[in-house]
């Protein structure tokens, strides 16, 4: 799979009860086609993602950066 957006707000870090880190971010990805009638739609989907290996990420992951994933 591969995503890619702008992200909806500053990532932010979380740190679970067994001591590990995650980045959570959300990201927006707009989709633009025509209808069958012809008008232009478009569709926005959302994607909540979290990031594993490391918590450095995360200020560079704020709100609006053009991001690509893959995974």
């Known amino acids: ?3 890619v957006g702008r992200l909806t707000e500053n990532a932010q870090v979380q740190t679970l ?3 590990k ?5 959300s990201v927006a990805v ?4 025509r209808n069958k009638a012809g008008e ?3 569709q926005t989907s959302f994607f909540d993602c ?4 490391s918590t450095g990420v995360a200020p ?3 709100k609006g950066t ?3 994933l893959e995974g």
């Open 50 to 53: 979290a990031y594993w290996l």
């Open 17 to 19: 009860s067994n001591g």
């Open 60 to 62: 560079y992951l704020t």
């Open 30 to 33: 707009n989709d633009n086609y």
């Open 1 to 3: 799979m591969n995503i």
């Open 40 to 42: 232009n739609v478009q």
């Open 66 to 68: 053009l991001v690509e």
């Open 21 to 25: 880190q995650v980045v959570n971010f």
